[in-house]
């Protein structure tokens, strides 16, 4: 992108329903589509570990979300009477808007920094909400957004692909994973039994592109417990499954209903990863509760 470009801090553009409709028809929406979906063709038949291309940017970024999860160790959950929401993911939250451009311009090469008043924000607003005390597939995807601004500003790479999601994603998942277990984060417009799971997607629907052609591990295996075990940091839905398991109890059909429904599915993973396209698309990008907090700027504009 061209040095002269205008930057801006984006902000929230959607206010109604009205609004959500005229972005689901805009080519800002159809970018983020195709890179949802490049991003899914880029893992495919590759386990997490797989040797894959990375730039300098994806291994600076790691680092830095690796010292996100560093900050929950500094800043430990406070004593308080209620079970969730701990006001200490305040402080910790704080400490990221504060850092967020000194952290933005250790991954980015310095002709880029012009883009950090832009990339900032979304970055910030990726991990939960400060006030409310929760995290859900809005932020989540937020995230995504600024992984594609990332890469629409030259920053990450065509060839970065499959690392954006196993490296950069991955260790996003594990700060995400982290907040919610030690902070106790409220599942931000969770469906409750009846969603897919209270704060993520992007595991199950890139996990499952991971295992598409897989001869051994079918829909049915991931609720194995052995294979489970075997295959948790291999394959992302496995690890999404597992850290369910762990936070979870009780029988896996009644507090997973919808992940046991794909588990059944006939078909096998093609047919899991189309309808967790779909599903994608339903229960997170067309929702107004969901959507209403995303922002647009120059690199996501609303139009």
Known sequence: MSQVHQYIVPSKKINSQKDLEKFLKSSTF???????LSLNEAVRDKKTSADVPQSSVVQSLVNQLNQLSDWIDDIPPIEQPMRFGNAAFRTWHKRLMESSRSLLEQVLPPQLHSSIIELAPYLEDS???SQRIDYG????????????CLTKIGACLESDAAALVFQVFGTYLKVTRKLQTVYK?????S?????????AFLPFLWGSSQLYSHPDITPR????????????????????IHFIKQVKSGPFAEHSPYLYDISCITGGWPKANQGLLKMYQAEVWNKFPVIQHFLFGSLLPFA
């Open 185 to 189: 984060l409220e599942p931000a417009g």
């Open 30 to 36: 159809q970018d983020i589509w195709n890179f949802i």
């Open 221 to 240: 295996s991931v609720l194995n417990d052995q294979v489970i075990e075997m295959y948790k940091d291999e394959y992302l839905y496995i690890g999404a």
């Open 191 to 199: 469906h409750g039994v009846w969603g897919l799971d209270d704060y």
């Open 127 to 129: 991990f939960g909400n």
């Open 137 to 148: 597939s809005g932020h989540e995807a937020t995230f995504l957004a600024f992984m594609l």
